[in-house]
Structures are given as structure tokens and as C-alpha cells.
T-cell receptor, first 115, second 112 residues
Framework: DTGVSQDPRHKITKRGQNVTFRCDPISEHNRLYWYRQTLGQGPEFLTYFQNEAQLEKSRLLSDRFSAERPKGSFSTLEIQRTEQGDSAMYLC?????????????FGPGTRLTVT | DQQVKQNSPSLSVQEGRISILNCDYT??????FLWYKKYPAEGPTFLISISSIKDKNEDGRFTVFLNKSAKHLSLHIVPSQPGDSAVYFC???????????FGKGTKLTVNP
């Protein structure tokens, strides 16, 4: 059973450009999460999907950020008009729908550098 | 407002000794707690968890203790091994929520 995969692993972009990241969750995990981690901090919640429905969004997710999960499988996170403050590690996690399945399983992350 | 706090940024122990990592929380609505381990350039890896209805959970070398009245939990690693060197994150979640709230992490170094 493969784990959560994320692509790309690293992305360097210039300020003002748009970027898109992809996350493939563990097979049959119907819950998917995006987090952001900056240096010296723990991961911070961005958004959550159950199947294809986006059910929760953090106030950290400004209108420049959009996430999708078409067909309830993989998910994409797009950042428009990137700013230097967007430089961070973007982490994806998934979990199955079992009672009390609070453990979330993380992918390796996409490190974004905005120059 | 940091709801989950790990006040020790780093900890160094000798191989074979016990490592104790501490975590405090402020939100009494949290009812499930988790520890994750993170190596550089990798995502966090789930280690062990505990429900608020318990005060101890053990898995091999790892034991988590929960003191609800003090809003404090700790992770014990016995015996510590060099491969345990990593950043350890404490996380908490409220029943009915899907959002894990993480501390800032503690960097553990186990010296051979």
C-alpha cells in the first residue's frame, strides 16, 4: 500500500506567478487535508475534503488560494499571484472514514520558494 | 494564540536513556492527542495517540501520558536510539472537528 504522494517536491517561482500542487491520497481514503508549515512552526490547517466536497477552510486560505478534489480522488492546491510570504512547505494528508480515525497520514510535502 | 505548546525547542539525550518530550494545551475541548515524528525533507509520520478518556497509551518503546487536569501530555521513549533523532510534534483535535492543531515541535537528538 503506497502512502500519500505529492508533486512536485520542490517548486521555485517568481513573485506574481501562479503555482499548482497535486496530492494523491492513500487509496480509499475519502478524507483529505492540506496544511502549510513554515520554518520553526508546526503544520497549520488550510482545508479539508470529504470525498469531493470541501467542508472546511481556514482563514489562512486567502482568496488567492483554491483547492479542488474532483471525483474525490486526487486534490490540487493552486496559489495565484504568489507572494514571498507564501514560501512554505505544503503538506497533504489523508485518512479513512472509520470511527475515531483521527490519525492523519501525511505525504512528503511540496516545498515552495517564492523569489 | 498557541493552543498547543511545546516549550522545549530541543532535547539531547544519550543512547539507551529515556527521552521525555512535553506538551501543554489550553483548549479544554480537545479530546484526542497525537504525536508525530518528522525527519528533514519528509512529511510528519504518525507515532502514537491517546484519547482523553485514557491517561496512558503504550506502543513498544513509546508511551504517551495524559494529565487532563493539568492539560499536559508527555511522550516517553525508552530506550532512546540514534534513529529517534528527529523533530517531534504534539497535535490535538476536538471531537467533531477535522483540524489537527500542532505545537511548534521539539528537536530530539540521541547521541551514540
Amino acid at each position: 500500500d503506497t502512502g500519500v504522494s505529492q508533486d512536485p517536491r520542490h517548486k521555485i517561482t517568481k513573485r506574481g506567478q501562479n503555482v499548482t500542487f497535486r496530492c494523491d491520497p492513500i487509496s480509499e481514503h475519502n478524507r483529505l487535508y492540506w496544511y502549510r508549515q513554515t520554518l520553526g512552526q508546526g503544520p497549520e490547517f488550510l482545508t479539508y475534503f470529504q470525498n469531493e466536497a470541501q467542508l472546511e477552510k481556514s482563514r489562512l486560505l486567502s482568496d488567492r488560494f483554491s483547492a479542488e478534489r474532483p471525483k474525490g480522488s486526487f486534490s490540487t492546491l493552486e496559489i495565484q499571484r504568489t507572494e514571498q510570504g507564501d514560501s512554505a512547505m505544503y503538506l497533504c494528508a489523508s485518512t479513512p472514514s472509520r470511527p475515531l480515525a483521527y490519525e492523519q497520514y501525511f505525504g512528503p510535502g511540496t516545498r515552495l520558494t517564492v523569489t | 494564540d498557541q493552543q498547543v505548546k511545546q516549550n522545549s525547542p530541543s532535547l539531547s539525550v544519550q543512547e539507551g536513556r529515556i527521552s521525555i518530550l512535553n506538551c501543554d494545551y489550553t483548549n479544554s475541548m480537545f479530546d484526542y492527542f497525537l504525536w508525530y515524528k518528522k525527519y528533514p525533507a519528509e512529511g510528519p509520520t504518525f507515532l502514537i495517540s491517546i484519547s482523553s478518556i485514557k491517561d496512558k497509551n503504550e506502543d513498544g518503546r513509546f508511551t504517551v501520558f495524559l494529565n487532563k487536569s493539568a492539560k499536559h501530555l508527555s511522550l516517553h521513549i525508552v530506550p532512546s536510539q540514534p534513529g529517534d533523532s528527529a523533530v517531534y510534534f504534539c497535535a490535538a483535535i476536538r471531537g467533531g472537528s477535522e483540524k489537527l492543531v500542532f505545537g511548534k515541535g521539539t528537536k530530539l537528538t540521541v547521541n551514540p
